[in-house]
């Protein structure tokens, strides 16, 4: 009796268990709720290094001793991934590398001089880039270049028309894109032909005392047969978030090194923020040095700078910017300046002349901060000096590349 009690317990007890191993079993599967995320090459979207493109049309602002300042009109296209060739006109408006603002306004002879020019570059590294997934084919990189320039037209404050010599030169350089619609080029080359920017200058006999090392920039905007492309906020490649309390910076070089003629414009400055607020102070200096047949002169400035980036604010509200040295600005500076000349045409005796100056100025410019080594800078400004004891006013502009440390 009490065996037969127990199992039926038992039954009681383990049937609702085993109708649950009855019960069906489902399975469900839920979405991801991430977004699939996109890490930003900062580099590949400055430089557009993974943009394809077969051809493009510049038009930059051009400035070096070499060529004087002008504008420049080019269209390059690429023959093979690595060549492309490119043909253009430089419209010179000044033969010195005083600022293209100046010469536009206050040349009182209006100078215009215009040089036909071709360039082939060889984009060396180019293939093996693309081969490791780096690059597409396109117009940013390092190249090699041959170049050829002759004036077509040439009207100099001088007087001097028709004809001159072209000019030759093997370049070294480096090419880009920048963003959607710009473009920067630095080269260093060696250069035979009429060393000079100055057109009253006679050629040499000898071709290899024509021959020089110099620099050419420009910077300007290039079109072409890309697709532009808004998905990448500008704030996630120039580094918005910056906090930067100081900076040194040096200026690329300008420099033509040859027999009969050399020149070099050289700068270095420091900058530092007052406090957390959108004003800056800096110190300055700038060495330039200038000779040919008739005339040579040296010249140092030296001056201080308090600059706003009165923009600033207003962006760092908006999460445009962090409290660095980018933006629009204005700027009062006080410089001195001295300079000494010597001057010797034809058989008569040469002259020498020593003169210093203050001078002050406002300005009116951007600067830009790229990645961690490199800034943009470009600027209109109003100067006032003396000059041999007489006031010398004028608007000019000035264009830099450089460094930052």
């Not at 065996?3 to 069906?24: C, E, K, V, W």
């Not at 100025?361 to 830009?368: D, K, N, P, T, V």
Request: hydrophobic letters at 35%; one cysteine or more.
């Amino acid at each position: 009796m009490k065996i037969s009690t127990i199992l039926l317990l038992t039954l009681i007890i383990s049937g609702p268990a085993l109708a649950q191993d009855n019960a069906p079993i489902t399975y469900t599967q839920e979405e991801d709720t991430l977004v699939k995320q996109h890490f930003i090459d900062r580099y590949e979207n400055v430089f557009m290094t993974k943009v394809p493109t077969r051809h493009m049309f510049k038009i930059s602002a051009g400035g070096s001793s070499l060529r004087g300042t002008g504008i420049n009109l080019a269209y390059e296209y690429k023959l093979s991934p690595s060549l492309s060739l490119e043909a253009g006109a430089y419209v010179q408006n000044g033969t010195e590398n005083l600022g293209l603002l100046r010469n536009i306004a206050f040349d009182p002879n209006k100078t215009l001089n215009v040089w036909a020019n071709a360039k082939l570059r060889w984009y060396y590294q180019m293939n093996q880039r693309m081969k490791e997934g780096l690059s597409a084919n396109n117009f940013s990189g390092a190249y090699f270049g041959l170049s050829y320039e002759k004036p077509v037209i040439t009207r100099s404050e001088y007087g001097n028309r028709g004809g001159h010599e072209g000019r030759l030169g093997l370049l070294y350089g480096f090419q880009s894109r920048f963003f959607n619609s710009g473009f920067v080029d630095f080269a260093v080359g060696v250069f035979e032909g009429n060393g000079s920017p100055i057109l009253r200058d006679n050629l040499s006999t000898s071709k290899f005392r024509n021959t020089m090392i110099a620099t050419q920039f420009n910077v300007g905007l290039a079109f072409g047969d890309w697709k532009r492309s808004d998905k990448t906020p500008t704030c996630d490649i120039l580094r918005c978030d910056e906090q930067d309390q100081d900076q040194w910076k040096v200026q690329l070089p300008d420099l033509v090194i040859g027999l009969k003629y050399q020149r070099a414009a050289l700068g270095i400055a420091y900058e530092r923020k007052i406090g957390k607020s959108a004003f800056s102070y800096s110190a300055y200096a700038n060495a330039n040095y200038h000779n040919d047949n008739y005339y040579r002169f040296g010249n140092v400035t030296t001056g201080v700078s308090l600059r706003h980036y009165f923009l600033q604010k207003h962006q760092m509200l908006r999460g445009k910017t962090g409290n660095s040295f980018s933006g629009v600005y204005w700027a009062a500076s006080a410089a001195y300046d001295w300079t000494w000349a010597r001057s010797q045409f034809y058989n008569e005796q040469s002259h020498t002349k020593r003169f210093d100056s203050p001078m002050f100025s406002l300005a009116l410019g951007y600067q830009q901060r790229l990645f961690k080594r490199l800034y943009f800078d470009v600027s209109a400004f109003y100067n006032r000096s003396t000059l041999y004891g007489k006031p010398n006013n004028f608007f000019s502009s000035k264009m830099s590349l450089g460094m930052t440390f």
